[in-house]
Every structure is written in C-alpha cells, then in structure tokens.
C-alpha cells in the first residue's frame, strides 16, 4: 500500500504556499471516507439532487503539473453532466453582458455614448475515475462565494481531477458518495483511511516524534473513538510502537479487522495511559454486488439498443447518462 501518511498534511502545506495569499489562510481540508450508494441509479438520483448546487474551481498549473492557485468561481450555470464509465464531464456556462463607452462619429460632432456587449463563457470540467485514489473535502469558511465546500478527487497527494463545489458539508458528502459509487462500479477501487497521521517530515527533525499522532481524520473511527491529535501510540494490537513501521502497522491492523473487528490501540496522553477501540467497517462490502447490477443493466441496456458499452468489457459502463439543462 503506498505511504500517503502525509497526505492531507501535504495538501495543506502546499496549499499554504501556492494559494493566493486571501484562501491560503482559509482553507480546510480533510480527508473524507466515502460511503457506497447501492446502485448506480441511486448515484445518479443523488447528483442530480446536488446538481443545481454545482459550481466549478478553477486551477492554475505550472508546465510541469504542479499545482499554482486556486480560485473559487461564481455565476456559472451547470448546463449538462454526462456520465461514462471512464469518468464524468460537467459542462458550465454563464451569461452576461459588459457595458464599455465608444466615442461615435456624427456630421454634428463626435460623441461618448455607452454600449452593452452581451457575452457568454463556458467551462468544462472532468473526473477521471482511473485518477482517484481517494477524496477530500476542502472548505473555504470566509469566502463569500456560497459554494465554499469542494470535493476534490485526489490521487498520490495530488489533485488531478476538477473540483466540485457545494453549499453545504452535507452536500459534498453527498457529491462524494455518489462519485465514489460511480468510481467503484466503473471497477476501479479506492483506498481506505486509517484516520490516523503521522507528520513524517517532521519525523526527520524530531524521530522521538515517530508515534505521535499529528491529525485524525474528523469522521473516522479514530476520533468516533475519542482519539486525539498529540496523543503518543503505544501498540497496535498488541504490536508495540517503535515508531519505523506505525504509520505500516495501523494500515495493517485497519485491513485485517476492517468490517469483521476491532483494532485495539494503546495510546499515551499527558503521560496517562489509555486504550481505545477502533471498529474499521468494511468499505468494500456490496462493491461486487453493486458492479454486479451495474453489469446487468450495462447489458440489459445493450439488448434493448440503448448505446452503453458493451456486458463483455470488464469496467462496465453505468447504465444511464444525466442530461442536466437550464430551466429543467
């Protein structure tokens, strides 16, 4: 499994840096662990309660890839979404016009008068399921744009894909889940959270440092369990903590006891010791039943001539294509 224990750390640092400098002091972010809608129509209904709610983010990129600015965008109209089973394209639009002065010529004289230009911009923004390795949701709590809440689709602590953004932390979630649905019944998998972070780049200064928990997810089971930021892992089942492996051996426990036990953790918090219980559930559980039904109506939807891809291929398509418009 690749080390991502600085992940959501990296994000915010390199956010901190590259942002401009109004967001840079504003952003939240967090990773967030999906959770599975049963059916790929459920998926849909759920963004298509979202959908008015949209609005695009905005990144500037350096040649290389690297991430430069964030902006927040507002007045856009989500025009069309559509979804294959390589990923989602959201299509959106705003409208307006700009009112500018021009001098005009007369055989009495020239004069300034003003002129209005009507004008439209679009934006296309995509996700890419096969770039998804994981979700985080970003909020901008000061912005007085009112989608403030993003979902940002990340994959090795970069975010690849576009930006999706809400009005509400319940509405990202929402965005999220279905996102991941959609993601997981393509046949592509995500991965798992242990809710636990260790600083590494810290740990090149300060190595004593090497089981000291530096962030907990704000809705794993960590911090359900009353888990700490600061709180010094002691075992891990049992397993001491030496510090070279912690970040390896929760990861471990978390895939060995996920959905059938719990992980027993031992910690240290202002020398007290404490022990907690952590129940990971299973994020793959009705994974296969649900590309089963994704499969099923691919290839029911192939009978009856509906232009979806075909029962063979292994990443089947979703059954259903959203045409969202204006005014609908």
Same mark, same amino acid.
């Given at each position: @499994?690749? @080390?991502?224990?600085?992940?959501?750390?990296?994000?915010?640092?390199?956010?901190?840096?590259?942002?401009?400098?109004?967001?840079?002091?504003?952003?939240?972010?967090?990773?967030?662990?999906?959770?599975?809608?049963?059916?790929?129509?459920?998926?849909?209904?759920?963004?298509?309660?979202?959908?008015?709610?949209?609005?695009?983010?905005?990144?500037?990129?350096?040649?290389?890839?690297?991430?430069?600015?964030?902006?927040?965008?507002?007045?856009?109209?989500?025009?069309?979404?559509?979804?294959?089973?390589?990923?989602?394209?959201?299509?959106?639009?705003?409208?307006?016009?700009?009112?500018?002065?021009?001098?005009?010529?007369?055989?009495?004289?020239?004069?300034?008068?003003?002129?209005?230009?009507?004008?439209?911009?679009?934006?296309?923004?995509?996700?890419?399921?096969?770039?998804?390795?994981?979700?985080?949701?970003?909020?901008?709590?000061?912005?007085?744009?009112?989608?403030?809440?993003?979902?940002?689709?990340?994959?090795?602590?970069?975010?690849?894909?576009?930006?999706?953004?809400?009005?509400?932390?319940?509405?990202?979630?929402?965005?999220?889940?279905?996102?991941?649905?959609?993601?997981?019944?393509?046949?592509?998998?995500?991965?798992?959270?242990?809710?636990?972070?260790?600083?590494?780049?810290?740990?090149?200064?300060?190595?004593?440092?090497?089981?000291?928990?530096?962030?907990?997810?704000?809705?794993?089971?960590?911090?359900?369990?009353?888990?700490?930021?600061?709180?010094?892992?002691?075992?891990?089942?049992?397993?001491?903590?030496?510090?070279?492996?912690?970040?390896?051996?929760?990861?471990?426990?978390?895939?060995?006891?996920?959905?059938?036990?719990?992980?027993?953790?031992?910690?240290?918090?202002?020398?007290?010791? @404490?022990?907690?219980?952590?129940?990971?559930?299973?994020?793959?559980?009705?994974?296969?039943?649900?590309?089963?039904?994704?499969?099923?109506?691919?290839?029911?939807?192939?009978?009856?001539?509906?232009?979806?891809?075909?029962?063979?291929?292994?990443?089947?398509?979703?059954?259903?294509?959203?045409?969202?418009?204006?005014?609908?």
């Amino acid at each position: @499994m690749k @080390m991502k224990c600085y992940g959501i750390l990296f994000m915010a640092f390199c956010a901190a840096i590259l942002l401009p400098a109004p967001l840079a002091a504003e952003l939240e972010t967090h990773w967030y662990q999906p959770r599975y809608l049963p059916s790929v129509e459920d998926a849909s209904d759920q963004l298509k309660l979202a959908s008015p709610h949209f609005s695009p983010m905005s990144v500037e990129v350096y040649n290389n890839g690297s991430r430069r600015a964030y902006s927040l965008t507002s007045g856009y109209s989500l025009e069309r979404v559509d979804v294959n089973r390589l990923g989602i394209n959201l299509s959106f639009t705003k409208s307006g016009v700009v009112q500018n002065s021009q001098y005009f010529w007369s055989w009495w004289g020239g004069y300034v008068a003003p002129v209005t230009t009507p004008y439209t911009d679009d934006i296309v923004t995509s996700i890419v399921y096969k770039e998804i390795q994981y979700f985080e949701i970003w909020n901008f709590p000061h912005e007085k744009n009112q989608a403030t809440w993003c979902v940002a689709p990340t994959t090795g602590g970069l975010v690849r894909n576009s930006f999706l953004c809400v009005a509400t932390e319940q509405d990202a979630q929402a965005v999220a889940d279905a996102i991941a649905t959609l993601v997981v019944a393509s046949g592509a998998s995500l991965d798992s959270s242990p809710g636990i972070w260790v600083a590494v780049k810290e740990l090149e200064k300060h190595p004593e440092e090497a089981c000291r928990i530096s962030e907990v997810d704000r809705d794993g089971p960590p911090v359900q369990a009353g888990i700490k930021a600061g709180d010094i892992v002691r075992s891990i089942d049992g397993r001491p903590c030496t510090g070279k492996t912690f970040y390896h051996d929760i990861n471990q426990a978390m895939l060995e006891k996920k959905g059938s036990g719990d992980v027993h953790i031992e910690i240290l918090r202002k020398n007290n010791p @404490m022990s907690f219980d952590l129940l990971y559930p299973n994020p793959d559980a009705g994974v296969a039943q649900l590309r089963q039904k994704s499969a099923e109506s691919a290839r029911s939807n192939v009978g009856a001539g509906h232009p979806t891809a075909a029962a063979s291929q292994p990443a089947p398509r979703p059954a259903f294509d959203l045409d969202l418009r204006c005014g609908q």
